[in-house]
């Protein structure tokens, strides 16, 4: 699982069934709740009961927009992947009902993560990449904020009712920029300059579609901090290692691809990286950590244990 990834590989999960008064979540998050992973919606194993456990619409590499990730062959771009959604929806109606069916997808929580691939496989692909020339940064921000905001409207039209909206981490931190950009560990400096702009203005967007459908329908989760804290202060964590790579080659392994040639670090648990881009287990659980129990500096308006207690309350009810 990579749910904190600093580069968004991944899109749009649904997982939608526990036994009251629980509802099932994503990934590690399930973990906590012993609950059953979902299956990748194009997995012929999704069928039959195995419906009502969710969906797993996520493709590594896609963004916000169309033209980020070019350069990947065969990924589910957002639209598609909303298309699967409703795909799913049709199968979960049949199987179960339309009523029973759009129960489960309105109680279903749904993580949505987007953001890292349009500044990482976009606008800071190549020097003067297409979109940095027709766009100053700032306006860039705006436009994909908008964007974003128009994806989370149409997961809304569609059902769901509770959806974490992920912000970026620090992007500039990831030793793939540190290998291309550093060379005294220091960070990006204009990939974090597009996170700082990014990430408030997502969570402003996510606050005024909460006002405009009069609920708190969307949750922000802020990612940068959940990593920040580790990167910053990794002894409190366990972490002996937080600029390179467990896995990988070159300055910070963070050249290429995690391959059988790789140089891979003895102790996994003690780096905060797996690979040129992605969080290790560890690293992933501390996220995942603050999205259960952490405070609304980490998600805004209410974190996922407090979903849940209001869940048993209701069921109470």
Known sequence: ?????????????????????????????????????????????????????????????????????????NIIRIGDQLQYFQEYQQKLRALIGDEQATRLVNQALVLITLGGNDFVNNYFLVPMSVRSRQFALPDYVRFIVSEYRKILARLYDLGARRVIVTGTGPLGCVPAELALHSRGGECAAELMRAVDLFNPQLADAVRGLNRDVGADVFVAANTYLANFDYLTSPRRFGFTNVQEACCGQGPYNGVGLCTPASSVCADRGAYAFWDAFHPTERANRVIVDQFMHGGTDYMHPVNLSTILAMDRQQEGL
């Open 1 to 73: 699982m990579a749910m904190g990834s600093l580069a968004d590989p991944y899109a749009l999960r649904c997982v939608s069934d526990l036994p009251p008064p629980f509802r099932p979540v994503f990934g590690f998050s399930s973990e906590h709740l012993g609950a059953e992973p979902a299956l990748p919606y194009l997995s012929p194993e999704l069928r039959g009961d195995k419906l009502l456990v969710g969906a797993n619409f996520a493709s590594a590499g896609v963004g916000i927009l169309n033209d980020t990730g070019v350069q990947f062959v």
